[in-house]
């Protein structure tokens, strides 16, 4: 089992609201990423990290903004969150020197109504 | 666009057959990873092919690879009720990369 986590598993809020969507790794992974999985299983890269400091945005343009100050943590934040962000959305981290597996979080399903 | 593209997108078997799913994708890579992911949940790598291997075996599963047609194929042998979950090919194309994931398929392994 992966030393990877997130919170909250779900959340259910109202537009306009700002959230945060949190994942830590316990691993010293150098490397993170947040995913965004529509409905028919499809998996885009948002945002990633190679290290504190460092964020990128992914393939998939998002509203959402990240940040890394601490290498274990890659928290995500919608400043307004709205319906068409309803979607499961997945971190995972990648160790330095990265060939090998991915570890992923268990996600946080977000639903805004 | 997506790199790595599964077929069939959905599979349904009885329990104790074989069920082998393929991929394709379209630039060169490093190395190609097979990842399950049960309903509601995050990714389980399962197995990992570099570019210059052809096979690979974990358990009940054989990873192939075939970089002249950039296609892989995934086989779950003696299949359970327990290997039903959606199942990724995922593509790195070397150092400071990122994996992308085909679109995935969806096995579903009856008792």
């Known amino acids: 089992e992966a030393d990877i986590y997130q919170t909250p598993r779900y959340l259910v809020i109202g537009t306009g609201k700002k959230i945060t969507l949190e994942c830590s790794q316990t691993?010293?992974?150098?490397?993170m990423y947040w995913y965004q999985q529509d409905p028919g299983m499809e998996l885009h890269l948002i945002h990633y990290s190679y290290g504190v400091n460092s964020t990128e945005k992914g393939d998939l343009s998002s509203e959402s903004t990240v940040s890394r100050i601490r290498t274990e943590h890659f928290p995500l934040t919608l400043e307004s969150a709205r319906p068409s962000h309803t979607s499961q959305y997945l971190c995972?981290?990648?160790?330095?020197?990265?060939?090998?597996?991915?570890?992923f979080g268990p996600g946080t399903r977000l639903t805004v109504l | 666009s997506q790199q790595g593209e599964e077929d069939p997108q959905a599979l349904s078997i009885q329990e104790g057959e074989n069920a082998t799913m393929n991929c394709s994708y379209k630039?060169?890579?490093?190395?190609l990873q097979w990842y399950r992911q049960n309903s509601g949940r995050g990714l389980v790598h399962l197995i990992l092919i570099r570019s210059n291997e052809r096979e690979k075996h974990s358990g009940r599963l054989r990873v192939t690879l075939d970089t002249s047609k950039k296609s892989s194929s995934l086989l779950i042998t003696a299949s359970r009720a327990a290997d039903t979950a959606s199942y990724f090919c995922?593509?790195?194309?070397?150092?400071?990369?990122?994996?992308?994931f085909g679109k995935g398929i969806t096995l579903s392994v009856r008792p």
């Open positions: 630039t060169s890579i490093n190395n």
């Open positions: 995972a981290s990648l160790p330095a020197g990265g060939y090998n597996e991915q570890f």
């Open positions: 995922a593509t790195f194309a070397g150092a400071n990369s990122k994996l992308t």
């Open positions: 691993m010293g992974h150098d490397k």
